[in-house]
């Protein structure tokens, strides 16, 4: 079997090990994951015989292959565990049965994130066959619980820490190459993420005297939830554009067509008239410019007949680069204008820092996109999701978000979404992508 069957055929069964992570461990097979990592062993033997493996956090990864220096090694980034599926009924091929159709690999973690971690895995597999040794150490690191904001990538930066390892540069998960993000740019672009927004989860909690429904008051608990939600709808963030998103506009205008050319490429000095522009575009513009609000979870009585005592929801939100949790947390609580309602801080991370674009490891990651994926348009951007990869930043300064996977929107959308998938020549520009990259190192 050739490099590029074995990774299909690899992604098709790591797909079909449901390795759901949960925010309560208790509610987490523990045997899948045992199953996925011998599912590894198996299809990628000469990694696991040649490299240094070990399990930390319980069953995440970190794999040093040693290089010909010790000296700026290179850390690369995935994980293991993939999000849930509500309801498998509205999947166009079921989401754990890794089915081959149409040229694409369907299943749960196709994109997030089993596709990077069978293309890193298949280009240093290759490579070994190959007998090639990388000018400097390459690192994976490969969690277990980042869909639920876990320990193992923190414990992975202070088992490298203590190790004395001083990475160059980190690539985890993250941009894309996308069409049409923005207007008037033919060109594929390639995103990658100098940086991503910090996240915040609070739950809002509003109390009322409950009862029978028949007799219902004014202003209950569920009616005051309701009125602080549409507080929040209606007043988003300001909208502000951080330099990331200035420098990702003012590359990508070297390569937009009139009259979008001349309005990114003055972006610097058009900045506060961009910023109320951008929002209008559409959602994952607007999200490019100010913090955003997401109510993801809702909950009231427990009887259709019964009004709630306590009504409960759960924001999630991501905080913009230059602002804080603190400030975040503030601003929910004035715009909802309500001491009836709780607003308690459930976690909070900061945003992570800016890595440098002007700077050896942004370009070789711009010469590797130009060698597999010609003619791609390579711009940084702040990533809206959050990362593993941001307590690597909290440390190192050079961290890149970057999946090196030719993307259309409703791929993109499917991501913790329905009928999640991968072209299969999508994986294998991947697969060349990551082994590019490590014979340029």
């Known amino acids: 079997m050739n490099g590029d069957d074995a990774a299909v055929e690899a992604l098709r069964a790591l797909i079909r090990i449901p390795t759901v992570s949960d925010w309560d461990p208790a509610k987490e097979d523990r045997a899948v994951f045992e199953a996925l990592l011998a599912e590894l062993r198996s299809r990628f033997p000469r990694l696991h015989a040649t490299c240094e493996v070990e399990r930390i956090s319980g069953d995440a990864l970190l794999v040093r292959w040693p290089g010909l220096t010790r000296e700026a090694p290179v850390v690369l980034m995935a994980h293991l565990d993939v999000v849930p599926v509500d309801d498998p009924s509205v999947w166009t091929h079921p989401p754990f049965a890794g089915e081959l159709v149409d040229g694409h690999v369907w299943g749960r973690g196709a994109l997030d994130c089993k596709g990077s971690l069978v293309a890193t ?19 994976l690191s490969f969690g277990c619980n980042e869909e639920v904001s876990g320990r193992a990538a923190k414990d992975a930066v202070a088992v490298l820490r203590e190790r004395g390892v001083e990475p160059w540069f980190v690539v985890d998960e993250g941009g894309a190459i996308v069409q049409g993000a923005l207007p008037g740019i033919e060109a594929p672009m390639a995103v990658i993420g100098v940086s991503e927004k910090g996240t915040v989860d609070v ?7 409950g009862g029978h429904a028949s007799a219902p008051r004014r202003m209950g608990a569920t009616s005051r939830l309701a009125r602080a939600i549409l507080r929040l709808e209606r ?12 420098d990702m506009l003012e590359r990508a205008g070297a390569h937009a067509r009139l ?3 001349a309005v990114f490429g003055r972006a610097r000095r058009l900045r506060p008239v961009l910023s109320r522009v951008l929002p209008r575009l559409g959602h994952e513009t607007a999200a490019l410019t100010r913090t955003t609000v997401a109510v993801t979870q809702l909950s009231g009585s427990s009887g259709a007949n019964v009004i709630a005592a306590t009504a409960r929801a759960h924001v999630n939100m991501r905080v913009m680069v230059g602002e804080t949790v603190a400030g975040a947390l503030a ?11 709780e607003v ?5 991370d900061e945003p992570s820092p800016v890595s440098p674009t002007d700077d050896p490891a942004y ?3 711009e010469s590797t996109l130009e060698d597999v994926f010609p003619g791609t348009v390579a711009v940084p951007y702040v990533m809206l999701a959050a990362t593993d990869s941001r307590h690597f930043h909290r440390v190192w300064p050079r961290v890149y978000r970057f999946t090196p996977f030719r993307m259309t929107d409703a791929q993109r959308a499917s991501i913790h979404g ?10 294998h520009e991947g697969v060349r992508w990551y082994r590019r990259l490590i014979e340029q190192l």
């Open 344 to 348: 308690t801080l459930v976690s909070g």
């Open 418 to 427: 329905v009928d999640e998938r991968i072209g299969v020549d999508d994986l």
């Open 203 to 209: 739950e809002l909690v509003a109390r009322g005297d």
């Open 363 to 365: 370009a070789l990651l």
């Open 121 to 139: 895995c298949q280009a240093v597999e290759d490579l070994l066959a190959d007998g090639v040794t990388p000018g400097r150490d390459v690192w």
């Open 331 to 341: 601003r929910v609580r004035s715009t909802i204008k309500d001491p009836h309602v």
């Open 259 to 261: 009259p979008y050319a």
């Open 235 to 246: 007043n988003p963030f300001p909208s502000h554009l951080p330099d990331a998103t200035v």
